[in-house]
């Protein structure tokens, strides 16, 4: 399923890094990943898989409804990853994502990013899955 676009690991591990809100655009997964590294006494950091925007005001006023205690930031920096989950996850991306978090103080909030993982991985599978039998495609041709 990978492919061979170039991806500047390093800078996408900068951009996670430096980031208020980062969203990940997949090729297979229709949700976008969205981590959102601000918090407070209240509101750890977010990451969340979320429904696709229909355009930047969708995502910042989704980005709202959420996060609702705090203001919108100034950008959402969105990145496309055109390769599997487990390249993402191989690769460090997600490495930097809980370590970011971690770094921060979040225990718990690192944690829970496991199962935002698993959920990934499970949309992912069963997308391939869905492609491989037919089911919510339609074929090109008939056999």
Do not use: Y
Not at 8 to 37: M, Q, S, W
Not at 91 to 115: K, L, Q, T
Request: aromatic share 8%; charged share 35%.
């Amino acid at each position: 399923m990978d492919n061979d676009f170039h991806l500047d690991v390093d800078e996408i591990k900068k951009t996670i890094g430096e980031a208020d809100v980062v969203t990940f655009r997949f090729v297979v997964v229709g949700e976008r990943l969205l981590v959102d590294n601000r918090s407070s006494e209240v509101d750890p950091p977010l990451v969340k898989l979320v429904p696709r925007a229909t355009s930047v005001e969708d995502r910042f006023r989704s980005l709202k409804k959420l996060r609702p205690r705090f203001r919108l930031p100034e950008k959402i920096t969105a990145v496309w990853w055109p390769k599997s989950i487990e390249n993402m996850v191989s690769r460090g991306i997600w490495e930097a994502i809980v370590e970011r978090i971690e770094n921060a103080g979040f225990h718990e909030a690192a944690e829970e990013c496991g199962v935002v993982l698993e959920e990934l991985r499970a949309s992912e599978q069963l997308e391939l899955h869905n492609a491989l039998t037919g089911e919510g495609f339609q074929a090109l041709w008939e056999k």
